[in-house]
């Protein structure tokens, strides 16, 4: 008779010491971060000094960049909102005005003449109308990207669908829109609700699932300036001969689950981007965390996000050696928010 309640107890001890693991695993998989795969030897500080005229940049993580020559202002994505890893996966999201406001003011926006985001996924589009509503900017993308706008209420006068490798004016900026690849995710389920259905076709409410901000079209920016020209290629995806005939300055380079791609993937990507532009700065982007903080250091991707992109080592390991290959070519990462002269 007393032998059973002692037994139970132990069964009982065993298997909360066991959720006990399992949550602490969990909690570790879900909240602690992996090194950034970016050298700290490419890190440019904030420039002291803006002379008139010069375009510039300012990063804030992930795609999102702004660029101005002192009379236009205009950025990629516009994403600041950070859900974090559980309501990825198990919740709705929807953006976060306050981080926007934030955001935005730690950029020192406040008219923007175009937000652009490079696709349609939650990490570079779904902030994007409310910064149009906030800048008096244009949203400017696919019809996905349209829809992501006019679900948030966005007149259809501030949101202009582009067209494949037509160019656009945004001041003394000419942006032309190339449809690209998004890079293909290596885990087969989360492929298939990442790029399965590539559209959304009705104007999208949130909150919503994370997957529900369908890919959409993927492209790269080719922008030109009276100062110089660069590129801006938001997923680590490739046409090839897409780029053929287009010349870069600087090229921001995505470098998000580059890792997890083949051997001779990253080869092709390098040489459809960086090979057919041949540009004197490469500025990787979309390396840091999708979840992390989006104040002080860059932090590299979660662990979870990282065990399922299998390696972010072999990212950083890559961008060495093709920097060892070709010393002439200036690697770059900027700081977060501050001002950086870019020509
Ligand atoms: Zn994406």
Do not use: C
């Not at 041949?278 to 992390?292: C, E």
Request: charged share 20%.
């Amino acid at each position: 008779m007393s032998k059973r309640p002692a037994r139970l107890r132990a069964v009982a001890i065993a298997v909360a010491a066991l959720l006990l693991a399992l949550g602490g695993v969990a909690w570790i998989f879900l909240n602690t971060y992996v090194a950034a795969p970016v050298d700290p030897a490419w890190a440019v500080p904030a420039s002291r000094v803006i002379p008139p005229g010069s375009v510039t940049v300012r990063y804030t993580g992930t795609a999102t960049l702004v660029f101005s020559d002192g009379e236009t202002t205009w950025m990629t994505d516009g994403w600041f909102t950070r859900p974090g890893p559980l309501a990825l996966y198990f919740s709705r999201i929807a953006p976060d005005t306050t981080a926007i406001e934030r955001g935005l003011a730690r950029n020192g926006v406040e008219r923007l003449a175009v937000v652009f985001p490079v696709h349609s996924h939650y990490d570079h589009a779904m902030d994007a109308p409310e910064v149009a509503r906030r800048t008096g900017a244009l949203l400017l993308g696919s019809e996905s990207t349209a829809n992501i706008g006019r679900g948030w209420g966005l007149p259809e006068s501030r949101i202009r669908v582009v067209r494949d490798r037509e160019p656009i004016e945004i001041g003394r900026f000419t942006v032309t829109p190339i449809e690209s690849r998004h890079f293909q995710l290596p885990d087969p389920a989360l492929r298939e609700r990442a790029l399965g259905d590539p559209d959304i076709r009705v104007p999208l409410v949130p909150p919503v699932s994370a997957f529900d901000y369908k890919v959409g079209k993927a492209y790269v920016l080719h922008v030109t300036h009276p100062r110089g020209a660069f590129l801006v290629v938001g997923s680590a995806g490739y046409v090839e001969g897409g780029l053929e005939g287009f010349s870069a300055d600087v090229v921001f380079l995505g470098t998000g689950g580059l890792g997890s791609q083949t051997p001779a993937y990253r080869e092709t990507y390098w040489r459809e981007t960086i090979g057919r532009t041949h540009p004197t700065r490469v500025i990787p982007i979309h390396w840091d965390s999708l979840t992390g903080p989006i104040e002080g250091p860059f932090t590299g991707p979660v662990r979870g996000a990282a065990f399922l992109a299998r390696a972010t080592k072999e990212t950083l390991a890559f961008l060495k050696e093709k920097g060892a290959a070709q010393p002439e070519l200036v690697f770059q990462t900027l700081p977060r928010y501050d001002e950086v002269v870019l020509f």
